[in-house]
């Protein structure tokens, strides 16, 4: 995905014959590579419902799952700050803004205790705490935020039937 300022790209990469997946940044005028997150092969580069990372609207922060918890990392490198631990299953994090300029991560989590291949919506503060489900029973998934990042859509299959959800932060 590019960059707020679209002067880089985030990006993953499968490192053979580890199979490690890691995060790079990739300067688009520069040239340059630069290693964010060596994840051990724990990251997952693309979920179900797109890109498992993102950037933060300034372009400073990059939010992305592994197969066991949401990481928050600064775009320049250095240590991640891991946010949630669990079992697994967490897809598609995106970095929300309320109108008072709150940033906020919300995330899809598998729940298959809940529907064959059920999946959760959460929202959380950038530090992990405040982390509560917005959803019900069912598949939640589909998950996109605006261009503004006030807004969240999301698809809810359960009972045959498929709704979309939109929802705004504030």
Do not use: C, W
């Not at 688009?28 to 693309?46: C, N, V």
């Not at 940033?103 to 064959?116: C, G």
């Not at 069912?138 to 959800?165: C, E, F, M, W």
Request: net charge negative.
């Amino acid at each position: 995905i590019f960059s707020p300022d679209g002067t880089q790209i985030l990006v993953t990469v499968l490192s053979v014959p580890t199979y490690s997946t890691d995060l790079y940044i990739i300067d688009l005028f520069g040239g340059s590579l630069m290693l964010t997150a060596d994840a051990l092969g724990a990251l997952d580069g693309i979920a179900d419902d797109g890109p498992a990372f993102d950037y933060s609207p300034d372009g400073a922060m990059i939010v992305y799952v592994s197969e066991s918890s949401v990481n928050l990392i600064a775009s320049t490198g250095g240590a991640p700050t891991v946010l949630t631990e669990g079992s697994g299953g967490y897809q598609s994090p995106r970095f929300l803004k309320s109108s008072a300029g709150e940033l906020r991560i919300i995330y899809t989590l598998e729940a298959p205790d809940e529907e064959p291949d059920g999946f959760d919506v959460f929202i959380m503060n950038l530090d992990g705490s405040d982390n509560h489900e917005i959803t019900d029973v069912g598949h939640n998934s589909d998950l996109a935020v605006s261009p503004d990042r006030s807004k969240v859509v999301y698809t809810k299959r359960s009972g045959g039937y498929t709704q979309i959800y939109i929802f705004g932060i504030d």
